[in-house]
Structure formats: structure tokens, C-alpha cells
Nanobody
């Protein structure tokens, strides 16, 4: 089992930045595909970014590409999401997810484990 805990969310003004962290326990995630998703009120869960252990290869959702960066620190068993140039439409609960399979990680059904989420609110 893998337990995931997100942190780093909060309230920020448009144009600002935040760094989300996702720390795993229970198993080392060095060979896991890790991803970030988000869900705004009344909307479906949306893919944000993923990182595959080999490479490491990364993928980004169209709405965040060029503004968000996913990175991992295997020594700390942690994945990060660096967010800059934040917009009000980035407001959502952000979820971290882990998959033990070698997948792109762009689909939520590829993941076995999920965190509880952290709220990000961007004011205009």
C-alpha cells in the first residue's frame, strides 16, 4: 500500500505561484508513475501533470503546459508541482496519485493510489 499526503495549497493572487508537495509512505515510489489531477466545483477531475520514473518523462495538460512543472525527489519519496502565473481558473482541489504500472499517467484510471487533496484558490 502507498499512502499519499499533499501539502502546499492555499490562497494566492492571480499571477502568483505555489509549490505543491506529495509525500508518499508505505513504499518507495522511485519506480512509480506519479501524477497530479485537479477538480473544480461542478467539474470533472482534470489531468494536470504526470512523471514517469524512467527518463524521467513528463506529460502536461493543455491548460497548464508552460506554467506548471512536475518534479520528483526519490530520496525524499516526494513529488512536487511547481505552479507559476496562476489564474483564477486554476482554482481547484489538487490530488496526487501513484501508479505501479509503466503508464503515461494521463488518465485517472491508470492510478492505484490517491491522496486526499489540497485546495488551491487563485483570486483575481
Amino acid at each position: 500500500q502507498v499512502q499519499l499526503v499533499e501539502s502546499g495549497g492555499g490562497l494566492v493572487q492571480a499571477g502568483g505561484s505555489l509549490r505543491l508537495s506529495c509525500t508518499a509512505s508505505g513504499r518507495t515510489i522511485s519506480t512509480y508513475t506519479m501524477g497530479w489531477f485537479r477538480q473544480a466545483p461542478g467539474k470533472e477531475r482534470e489531468f494536470v501533470a504526470s512523471i514517469i520514473w524512467s527518463g524521467p518523462l513528463t506529460h502536461y495538460g493543455d491548460s497548464v503546459r508552460g506554467r506548471f512543472t512536475i518534479a520528483r525527489d526519490n530520496a525524499k519519496n516526494t513529488v512536487y508541482l511547481h505552479m507559476v502565473s496562476l489564474k483564477p481558473e486554476d482554482t481547484a482541489v489538487y490530488y496526487c496519485a501513484a501508479s505501479g504500472a509503466y503508464v503515461s499517467g494521463t488518465n485517472e484510471y491508470e492510478y492505484n493510489y490517491w491522496g486526499q487533496g489540497t485546495q488551491v484558490t487563485v483570486s483575481s
